[in-house]
């Protein structure tokens, strides 16, 4: 596969999470390739529906664009890009290859389907910040909102993010996606992340371009205070973005439409 230079490397993006993100891309250039196909994803549907780990960019190649990225201004190197990063084989390499280059932190946008395997925790337990999906608290509303590949089980899910949790020195928020088919369900949400402990839990809506209706401040606003008592929560409604210019803005946007 051809791939011009700066295609691995985006960004940086405004994240309300990350402040100034430099995106890491790990993953096939031709379409999303993800464990899941979220109704409410901005990448369009899934092209490469995968939980079998590949080797996508050689590490070199990716240390080439980290060394012409080394004068960006950045807050973190995040790991994200078009589709499930955890599905990229040399993800902790590329993470320590970041950190080395860069000297800044590090962190991983995950949907958690492949946390339940050892090689996949390892690599994470590389980054600063791992942030993890968790939208549904059963397996109906699971398969209705994100749309996994058969095999994978929201308990097996749960219960990894909690062994992980356990081991893992970094900071751990969970993502979690609120749309009309999950509104009612932040209790039982709440429940589930205060068993696994996070640092932190990030209440978002799909504001960027999607099929799906974001909800309104107010019903976030309503939902967030579910989750106030046993963790620092933020919301996408609240958080302040900064400004950032993209190295490069074509690969930036096939990242990140919006921007
Ligand atoms: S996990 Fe992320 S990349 Fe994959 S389909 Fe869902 S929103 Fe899109």
């Known amino acids: 596969m051809t791939r011009k230079m700066r295609s691995i490397v985006y960004g940086p993006v405004p994240s ?4 100034r993100s430099l995106g890491v891309d790990l993953l096939p250039a031709d379409g999303k390739t993800c464990s899941f196909d979220c109704t409410y994803c901005q990448l369009g549907r899934t092209v490469r529906r995968l ?14 664009e980290l060394e012409a990225a080394r004068n960006v201004a950045a807050d973190y190197v995040t790991f994200s890009g078009m589709g499930e990063p955890t599905l990229a084989s040399n993800l902790g390499e590329a993470l320590r290859l970041a950190r080395d280059v860069l000297g800044l932190p590090t962190a991983v946008l995950t949907n958690s389907s492949l946390m339940a395997r050892e090689d996949v925790r390892r690599d994470l337990a590389c980054a600063d910040v791992v942030v993890a999906k968790l939208d549904a608290p059963d397996e109906q509303l699971f398969r209705r909102i994100n749309r996994p590949l058969a095999r994978l089980s929201l308990a097996e899910t749960v219960e990894a993010i909690e062994f992980f949790r356990a081991g893992y020195a970094g900071k751990l928020a969970l993502q ?3 749309i009309e088919a999950n509104r009612r369900a932040a209790g039982r949400l709440a429940a589930i992340a205060s068993r696994l402990s996070p640092d932190e839990v990030q209440i978002n809506t799909p504001l960027r371009p999607c099929p799906v209706t974001p909800l309104t401040a107010e019903e976030i606003a309503a939902i967030r205070e579910e989750f106030h008592k046993f963790a620092n929560v ?9 400004e950032v210019t993209a190295i490069d803005v074509e690969e930036t946007r096939r990242r990140r439409p919006e921007l």
């Open 16 to 19: 309300w999470r990350l402040g």
């Open 51 to 64: 939980t079998v780990r590949a080797e996508f960019v050689a590490s070199s190649a990716l240390a080439l």
């Open 176 to 178: 979690i996606m609120f």
């Open 234 to 242: 933020v919301s996408v409604y609240d958080a302040p973005r900064p």
